[in-house]
């Protein structure tokens, strides 16, 4: 249901509902949004029988009115294996990037399917994965192009046209840079995080953004709970190094941030804790600071789906669109309730 919010700083306005990919028997999850150079808005999502299947593919929709109407999904990419998460960012000369990463997390579930993967089908395709378009997302390279690392948000673009992903890299979570469009990777730093009893990272799904130029901040889901505070790191020299993480004393997974053209850093995500919802916010000095006071509630369920991803962006009148996921397959498919990529557009008054 709509939430409209009073917070004590900040208004929401004019929130609309819609979804822009439903189907029946399906799921739609882990959206990724980008406005095209002709205007356009993309919005690509993994559509799947359930949460964890080896059906996962990726689709896109589009809507030339801001959001209001959406086409039927085109289909990108689809491997024999499960293709997860959805991210698209636009370069500056107008290149379209759709990032996923390919899985076999299903095999305990899909038993008889895992025993048809061979060997080489699993160096073939686990791993993470760029395509990208030179028509505004009509059409797509052939083949995709291999990433070190990916999960959800990822990879981000800077202010010189290079691209910056991070994630986890054998035991560390590493940052590596491309200035040749994902044809060629290089680490260039270790974003120093704590690490879980197994020597491995504690650091997850995240986003990272250069809100000035050389000073970008990384946000990170740390846990596979459901609730857990989400975690930050900054650098102020274009990537090659990072502060310690450290907490916020905010709960959501994942983080998905956002300048807007006032200068103020949106930083939305999901809340996984009754009540289930869709929260945003705000730093007004670029992320050194975030104003927890007035966090705001954009979307919120009476119950339990499975659901969140929050992406968003800004709109040339003003609005905003977030686009995120609800899916009852996995939970209770017998509710009657809106699932599938889920949409809001809204207008937000800093007072």
């Known amino acids: 249901m709509i939430v409209p919010v009073l917070e004590k700083k900040i208004e929401v306005l004019d929130l609309k509902f819609g979804i822009a990919m439903s189907r029946p028997y399906q799921m739609y999850g882990w959206p990724g949004l980008t406005r095209a150079a002709n205007g356009d808005i993309l919005l690509a999502a993994s559509e799947r029988r359930f949460h964890c299947c080896p059906f996962g593919r990726e689709v896109l929709v589009r809507s030339t009115d801001n959001g209001r109407s959406w086409t039927l999904p085109q289909e990108i990419y689809n491997s024999e294996l499960d293709d997860r998460d959805a991210n698209l960012l636009t370069m500056p000369d107008g290149t379209v990037v759709l990032s996923w990463f390919t899985s076999t997390a299903f095999e305990p579930y899909w038993i008889e399917r895992g025993k048809r993967i061979s060997p080489e089908m699993r160096r073939e395709l686990v791993g993470a994965w760029m395509m990208t378009s030179r028509d505004n997302g009509h059409t797509w390279d052939k083949e ?3 990433m070190p690392v990916g999960n959800h948000i990822s990879p981000s673009v800077l202010c010189d046209g290079s691209l910056l992903t991070c994630g986890a890299f054998g035991a560390d979570y590493c940052v590596f840079k491309s200035t040749d469009r994902g044809q060629s990777w290089q680490k260039i730093a270790v974003i120093p995080s704590p690490v879980k009893p197994d020597g491995r990272t504690v650091l997850n799904e995240s986003h990272l953004l250069e809100v000035a130029p ?34 916020l004393p ?44 007035n966090i705001v509630t954009l979307y919120q369920w009476d119950n339990e789906p499975d659901m969140g991803y929050p992406s968003t962006i800004e709109l040339d009148d003003g609005e905003l669109l977030t686009v995120f996921y609800s899916s009852w397959r996995d939970k209770a498919p017998q509710l009657k309730e809106p699932e599938g990529i889920l949409t809001i557009r809204y207008k937000l008054r800093f007072k």
Not at 253 to 258: D, F, S
């Open 214 to 247: 050389d000073r970008i901040v990384a946000m990170f889901r740390t846990t596979e709970a459901n609730i857990a505070p989400i975690c930050q790191s900054e650098s102020n020299d274009g990537g090659h190094t990072w502060t310690p993480i450290r907490e």
């Open 250 to 293: 905010v709960a959501g997974l994942p983080p998905q941030l956002l300048k807007l053209r006032n200068g103020v850093l949106m930083c939305s995500f999901g809340h996984r804790k009754s009540p289930y919802s869709i929260r945003a916010m705000f730093s007004h000095d670029l992320g050194r600071t975030w104003d927890t006071d």
């Open 144 to 146: 995709p192009l291999r």
